[in-house]
């Protein structure tokens, strides 16, 4: 089905718990707007899971498994041989589903077994870079310097220390024949990307940038708008990797300034207090880092390598 048909089918429900202006519930819509009703889902603990099943109800018009924090890669993998092993996986698809903490932190392990092991699954992290469920903790996904509630700005510390693990890199390092990254403000993008991804057999994996309001601290407005400014500012680059090549790389037109996208998120307002020039310097670094991400080989050696 074509991606214009796909628009009308909605089969994550309104009338859910999410934020008003939440990245994550517009990013879980697309992906099974592009998926269609022939999926089965395994969702790990994380928001997505907590403001979509509010006991008695639930936005899922799928089948849709809630897991552990760490094993949603593991439950598909147990469905997709389930059903193959009693005939019934003809025609179906499997999608696991997690935040940036149950992928890239606890969840890791799970996933690198799942894509070692050749499943046929679409696995999503909806990244909104922090435990937002659980009080707006950092991730291994967290971005340097910004603030969450275990990475303070204060006289000690200044924001998180670390770098954001490169997710999408170590998917492709296991040899997954797809990965690609893809964020709100692109909807058709997205939607393109999950309809590439399900028609790929194997193990593939999408990860979605989802802005977080009371998360990042913007007004609910402005989620699509900083989804774009990511992009734009060469913060998040968009990009799709197919058997170890870099296939596609979707660039901004023109670069926008870093401040552009960080100054509206309270997470990143002691960048903006005196003392702060030399972070929003290593912030440009990483942002012109990610603008030279130009098609090509991603594996020159090993699993996934291109011939
Ligand atoms: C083993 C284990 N440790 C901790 C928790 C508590 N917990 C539930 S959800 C969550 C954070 C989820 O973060 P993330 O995966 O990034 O999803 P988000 O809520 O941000 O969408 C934590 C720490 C848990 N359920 N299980």
């Known amino acids: 089905m074509a991606v214009e048909e796909r628009w009308v089918i909605n089969l994550m429900e309104p009338g859910h718990t999410g934020c008003a202006g939440c990245g994550q519930a517009i990013a879980a819509r697309l992906v099974l707007k592009a998926a269609g009703p022939r999926v089965i889902v395994a969702n790990a603990t994380g928001c997505l899971e907590v403001y979509t099943t509010t006991y008695p109800r639930s936005s899922w018009e799928v089948p849709w498994i809630h897991s552990l924090f760490e094993n949603a890669a593991a439950v598909a993998a147990g469905m997709e041989v389930t059903l193959k092993a009693m005939g019934r996986y ?51 996904l967290t971005p340097l310097r910004a603030r969450t509630t275990t990475s303070p700005p204060g006289r000690l510390s200044y924001g998180n220390r670390t770098r954001k693990k490169n997710m999408p890199m170590i998917a492709v390092a296991h040899g997954v024949p797809y990965v690609a990254t893809a964020t709100v403000s692109e909807p058709r993008d997205l939607m393109r990307k999950v309809q590439r991804a399900l028609e790929i057999e194997g193990p593939k994996y999408l990860h979605i940038l989802v802005p977080c309001v009371p998360g990042w601290g913007y007004e609910s407005e402005l989620t699509v708008e900083l ?35 960080l100054r509206p998120q309270r997470r990143f307002a002691h960048l903006f207090q005196p003392g702060g020039e030399e972070v929003l310097e290593e912030l440009r670094r990483i942002a012109e880092e990610n603008s030279r991400l130009e098609p090509g080989p991603a594996r020159l050696f090993g699993p996934g390598a291109p011939e």
């Open 90 to 140: 003809e025609g179906i698809k499997i999608i696991a589903q997690a935040g940036d903490g149950g992928t890239a932190d606890i969840g890791i392990g799970c996933i690198s077994g799942m894509f070692e092991r050749g499943h046929d699954i679409l696995y999503v992290c909806y990244d909104n870079e922090g435990y937002m469920n659980t009080g707006y903790q950092r991730s291994g």
């Open 227 to 261: 989804a774009r400014l990511a992009v734009e500012t060469n913060l998040f680059p968009l990009f799709e990797v197919e058997n170890g090549v870099i296939a596609r790389v979707k660039k901004p037109k023109e670069a926008r300034p870093v401040e552009d996208y």
